[in-house]
């Protein structure tokens, strides 16, 4: 994991708070987001843990597919923001050790987390079924989520985008987690169903 967090204290607390945590280490720690691309070189993380303290940025969050970013954030109101920015986690700066802990591993493996505080009622309009839009996809999905329909395989979803395949391969499992669907083909038509993707 890699620790960003702009206040040293803060870094140095996180980083003891983890130590020894089940399935995690701290393989590296930086003070901004100017800095994760080098880090990322460097130290090759599973997974990307941001420190949006009080008046940060949440939606300033660095380039680093495809190693997801979970956000700590000071207010509720930031998680919208920081989701719609590319993190696949989002929870509150005063979260304990296990919990934090079992979400970033949870986000390493590709999985979407967030404290359901921050989460409940963030797409009211939506209703129960909670359907999808534009919107909650990123440019980099919705490009992927049309060449899904396009019928390319991650292989060739790569080469489209100048990407990696394991990069393609994130980009497509977070695009089926989305639209809440397990195979290409469901993700297409509900896609299509929604008004996501033209056939």
């Known amino acids: 994991m890699l620790l960003v967090a702009a206040d040293p204290l803060a870094r140095a607390g996180l980083a003891a708070l983890l130590k020894g945590q089940p399935g995690l280490s701290v393989v590296g720690q930086v003070a ?3 800095e994760v691309p ?5 130290t090759r ?3 990307l843990l941001l420190d949006a303290g009080p008046g940060a940025e949440a939606a300033a969050l660095p380039e680093v597919e495809p190693v997801p970013i979970v956000a700590l954030l000071a207010e509720r109101e930031a998680a919208l923001e920081a989701l719609r920015g590319g993190a696949r986690g989002v929870l509150d700066r005063q979260v304990d050790e296990g919990a934090l802990g079992a979400a970033l591993v949870a986000a390493a493996r590709g999985l979407w987390v967030g404290a359901p505080e921050y989460l409940e009622g963030l797409w009211p309009a939506r209703g129960p079924g909670l359907s999808p839009r534009a919107e909650d996809f990123t440019p980099r999905e919705r490009e992927v989520l049309q060449l899904l329909a396009e019928g390319l395989s991650n292989k060739g979803i790569a080469a489209r985008l100048s990407i990696s395949e394991h990069t ?6 977070a695009v089926l987690s989305k639209l809440g669907v397990q195979r290409r083909t469901e993700a297409i038509g509900r896609a299509a169903r929604l008004g996501l993707v033209i056939l």
């Not at 080098?38 to 460097?42: D, E, K, N, T, Y």
């Not at 393609?168 to 499992?173: D, L, P, Q, S, Y």
Request: proline residues 6%.
């Open 32 to 34: 901004s987001t100017d």
């Open 38 to 42: 080098g880090a990322l070189v460097s």
């Open 45 to 47: 993380p599973d997974v």
């Open 168 to 173: 393609a391969k994130f980009h497509v499992n």
